[in-house]
C-alpha cells in the first residue's frame, strides 16, 4: 500500500518544546498522524500521513458506547550517530493483532503498519529529543466508529498513530516507588481481557490506583482474580523480583499483559546466565521471603518506565522493604542495558534495535 | 441549573421513519441531543439542547485510550392518552452515579440530569413511534476528554443524551432464544467493572457472543469467573430462572449488572405472592432441573429486550429445552404487566412511572 503523505508548510509547524528536561509525558503532540480506515467489504485502506487534528465522530460512535479499542505504546529514540533507533516495533505491533482478535477487531496488515509508522516517524524526526532519558512516545490505536447502539462488533474503525516527545513517566525517575497491594479491586481474570492491550483494562485500574495514591503509595500490586494470593502485574507495569539470586515473574496465563520490556529482561538475564523463572508467586510468598531477608530486588518493567525499582510494599497494614529501599543492582544493570540498545550505543545481540532514519 | 437550548428550524428537522415496524434497534437518531460538561475546579456545567451532531476530539482524548466511560439505556413511551411516559428514570439515573463512582468520574447532578433529559425528550417527542412494541430509546453518555496519554482520572468529560425510535432488540422479537454456556471467556470479576455500566465490560463480551453467533446461539450464559459455575448474566441481561415454582435470579454480588428491569421483575413477583429468591444457581443447578423437567421457565430481562425467553441452553454439546421451548407463561405475564405500565396502560402501583409530557 502507498502511504499518501500530505505535510504542513514548514512555517506552520508548532514549535518545539524549549526544555527537553521537562516535557512531562504524554501531554505535548508533534505536527502530524498516522491514520487508516477499516470497512466490512473493503478491508483496512488509506494509511496516510496528515497534520495533526481532532477527530470528528458521532456520537453514537460505538467506541462511546462499547469500548472496542486496542492501543500499543512504543519510543523512538535518537541514538548513536544521530540515527533515529525503534526497539522491537514488530512485536508491538504483533501484540496489537493479538489485542485485535480478542476485541473482535479485524487483523492489521503488519508489514503496512511498520512502514506507514517509520514513515510518520521519519516525517516527525525533528520532535525526537535528545536529553538523557527522553524519547518519541509513538501510540498507535484502533477505535471502533460505527454509529449503532447495539452490542456488536463494529462494520468501521479507525486506526492512528499519534507520537510526542516525552521524559520519565513517573514524576520519581529512576527512584524506587512506594507499592500498595491491592486485596479489594482486581484488574483481569482469565477469560477476560487482561492478555489485551484494550482501554477496559485501564478503566478499571483507576479506583484502585486513586486510593492507593492517597493513601501514598505510586502504584498497586495486582493479585490475581480468583484466588487473590498469586502475583499479576504493578500498575501498568509487568512485575519482577529477585528472591535469594533467581529472577522471577508470572507467567502469561491469560491475564496479565505479555509486556515486550517483560521479554527483553527475560532474555537478557538469561543471556547473562543467570536464574530465571517465569512461575507463579504469591504474595505470600513474598513477604515470606521480606521476612527472610532473600527478597532482593523487585522492579516494574514496561515501555514507558523501561524498569520501575520498587523500593516498599505495602501488605495488610505492613511495610516491607526491597532493596533497603534503594535502586538494587540488577535493576540498574537493566535500565543501562536496555536504555544503551535502544540509543544503539550498546551491542544488540538479539536484534532488537531498528534504525529508522 | 439553566438548561439553554439551541433548536433546529422546523424545515430543517429530519423526516421521521416512515415504516414504524422497521426501525431496528440504535440506528435512527434524533434532530436534538443534550450537552453537559465537566472540568475539574469547575464542577459539571452547562446542560444545553443542540442540534445533534459529531464530537470534535483530540486524538489523545481520554476516552480513546483508557476507557473511562459510563452509559446508560432508557427508554420513553408514546403511551395511555397520548402522554409521553419514561419508566423508572431516577433509577438509572442512579445507577449511572454508582458506575460513575468505579470509573472515577465526577458525580452527576442526578436532579439536572432528569430534568435535562425530560427537557429533551420533550423537544423531540414527535420522534416517539406508536407501533406496538417501539419505543425511544434513550442513550445518557459521559466520556473522558482530556488530551493525554498518561493512565490517570481524566480532568474533563462531556455527558450528553441522544435518543432513537426503536423496534425490538433482537431481530426474533419475543420468541425464545438459544443460549450458549460459555466455559472459556468471562465478562467480569468480583472486584473488576462486572457492576458497573461501563465500555469494557460490552468490549470484553463481543468475542463469546461472536463465537455463540457462529455456533448458531443468539446470547451466551456468563458464568462466574471463578468458580466457573455460579451463573451471572445472560448477554448483556440479567438472568431469571424458574424451578419447581420459585422464580430465582442471581444476587447484586459485585460483578453483575444491578438491572432496573431485574429489580422491576423481583418486585412483580413479590407483590404477586411469588415465591422469589435472590440466591446463587449454578449451571450443574439447572442441568439437574432441566433433566428432572423442574425447570419451567428461564428469561433475560434489560430495558432494552423487556423480557426475553430463553428456548435452550446448550452446556457441554447438548440442548437443554426450556419450556418446551416456548415462551413460558410468567415470562408473557411479566412482559405484558410491565409493558403496560410503562404505557401507563396498567396500575402502577410502585410509582415507576414518571409522565413526561
Not at 502530524?32 to 465522530?57: A, C, I, S
Request: aromatic share 10%; hydrophobic share 40%.
Amino acid at each position: 500500500m502507498n502511504i499518501a503523505k500530505t505535510l504542513k508548510p514548514k512555517d506552520q509547524l508548532k514549535p518545539k518544546p524549549a526544555d527537553e528536561n521537562n516535557l512531562g509525558f504524554g501531554r505535548i503532540f508533534t505536527d502530524h498522524m498516522l491514520l487508516m480506515d477499516y470497512q466490512t467489504g473493503k478491508g483496512w485502506h488509506n494509511p496516510r500521513v496528515e497534520p495533526y487534528g481532532p477527530f470528528t465522530l458521532d456520537p453514537a460512535a460505538m467506541i462511546f458506547h462499547y469500548g472496542q479499542e486496542v492501543f500499543e505504546g512504543l519510543k523512538a529514540y535518537r541514538g548513536e550517530g544521530g540515527h533515529v533507533y525503534m526497539f522491537r516495533p514488530a512485536a508491538n505491533i504483533e501484540r496489537m493483532n493479538r489485542s485485535c482478535d480478542r476485541l473482535c477487531i479485524p487483523a492489521l496488515p503488519n508489514e503496512v503498519v511498520l512502514e506507514a509508522m517509520y514513515e510518520l516517524i521519519r516525517v516527525e524526526q525533528d520532535w525526537i529529543p535528545r536529553a538523557e532519558g527522553t524519547s518519541l512516545y509513538v501510540r498507535p490505536t484502533i477505535i471502533a466508529t460505527e454509529a449503532c447502539l447495539g452490542v456488536k462488533t463494529s462494520a468501521t474503525y479507525l486506526f492512528y498513530i499519534i507520537t510526542g516527545p516525552v521524559g520519565a513517566y513517573y514524576a520519581e525517575g529512576f527512584n524506587p516507588v512506594r507499592i500498595w497491594v491491592e486485596e479489594k479491586y482486581v484488574r483481569a481474570a482469565i477469560g477476560g481481557t487482561g492478555e489485551a492491550k484494550t482501554s477496559g483494562n485501564y478503566a478499571s485500574s483507576l479506583k484502585a490506583a486513586t486510593e492507593a495514591h492517597e493513601k501514598g503509595f505510586t502504584q498497586v500490586l495486582w493479585l490475581n482474580a480468583c484466588d487473590r494470593q498469586s502475583i499479576e502485574e504493578v500498575g501498568t507495569m509487568n512485575i519482577f523480583f529477585k528472591i535469594a539470586g533467581e529472577v522471577i515473574t508470572s507467567p502469561l496465563d491469560g491475564s496479565i499483559l505479555p509486556g515486550v520490556t517483560r521479554d527483553s529482561v527475560l532474555a537478557l538475564c538469561r543471556h547473562w546466565g543467570m536464574n530465571v523463572s517465569e512461575r507463579q508467586l504469591t504474595i505470600d510468598d513474598i513477604i515470606a521471603a521480606a521476612k527472610a531477608g532473600t527478597l532482593e530486588e523487585a522492579f516494574g518493567t514496561g515501555t514507558a518506565a523501561v524498569i520501575s525499582p520498587v523500593g516498599s510494599i505495602h501488605f495488610k497494614g505492613q511495610d516491607y522493604q526491597v532493596a533497603d529501599g534503594q535502586t538494587g543492582a540488577l535493576s540498574l544493570k537493566l535500565y543501562d542495558e536496555i536504555t544503551g540498545i535502544q540509543l544503539g550505543k550498546k551491542p544488540d545481540p538479539f536484534g532488537w534495535v531498528v534504525k529508522v532514519a
